[in-house]
Nanobody, 117 residues
């Protein structure tokens, strides 16, 4: 059974930093893409950042220059360093892993990030 377990969320003041981590386990095959999505109350889930197994990254325009995604393929972990946080970054953050060639997608349970003004 594939599991993605997030950690690192919390409450921080605007301008502060948080680091989210996600540990994956149980997959027979490596994830082709891992990433982070977020969902604020009343809004759709949106991509924050993703990283391929080869290291190619993709960021939402709203977080470029502030967030950095990194991945350790050997440890099956993905991290999101979030700097210069804004109140609009407040959301539930979900770790995502995909085995694209198999059409498989997996999600973590989510971790809350709250940025106070």
């Amino acid at each position: 059974q594939v599991q993605l377990v997030e950690s690192g969320g919390g409450l921080v003041q605007a301008g502060g930093s948080l680091r989210l981590s996600c540990a994956a386990s149980g997959s027979t095959f490596p994830f082709t893409v891992m990433g982070w999505y977020r969902q604020a109350p009343g809004k759709q889930r949106e991509l924050v950042a993703s990283v391929s197994s080869g290291g190619a990254t993709n960021y939402a325009d709203s977080v470029k220059g502030r967030f950095t995604i990194s991945r350790d393929n050997a440890k099956n972990t993905v991290h999101l360093q979030m700097n210069s946080l804004k109140p609009e970054d407040t959301a539930e953050y979900f770790c995502h892993g995909a085995i694209s060639w198999a059409g498989r997608n997996y999600w973590g349970q989510g971790t809350q990030v709250t940025v106070s003004s």
